[in-house]
């Protein structure tokens, strides 16, 4: 499901987050930040606002990136 080259990152997360970042289109942990970081632009944008993506989010911090 996820890019072999960032294997290590895939490897903390389980097979329900995985399946979440393959369906999103998500392969890579670049694409990943690319799309956390975009998520969190939008939340400045919208500060009254909701979570663009809950489970994003919930990686991010199992990941350690927030």
């Known amino acids: 499901?996820?890019?072999e080259r960032d294997r290590d990152?895939?490897?903390k997360l389980?097979?329900?987050?995985?399946?979440?970042?393959?369906?999103?289109?998500?392969?890579?942990?670049k694409q990943f930040l690319n799309t956390r970081k975009h998520q969190l632009d939008t939340i400045k944008k919208y500060?009254?606002?909701?979570?663009?993506?809950?489970?994003c989010r919930s990686i991010a911090y199992k990941l350690g990136l927030e």
């Open 1 to 3: 499901m996820v890019g």
């Open 9 to 11: 990152w895939a490897d």
């Open 14 to 29: 389980n097979k329900t987050e995985k399946a979440h970042l393959f369906n999103s289109g998500v392969l890579t942990k």
């Open 47 to 55: 500060p009254d606002g909701t979570e663009p993506c809950w489970e």
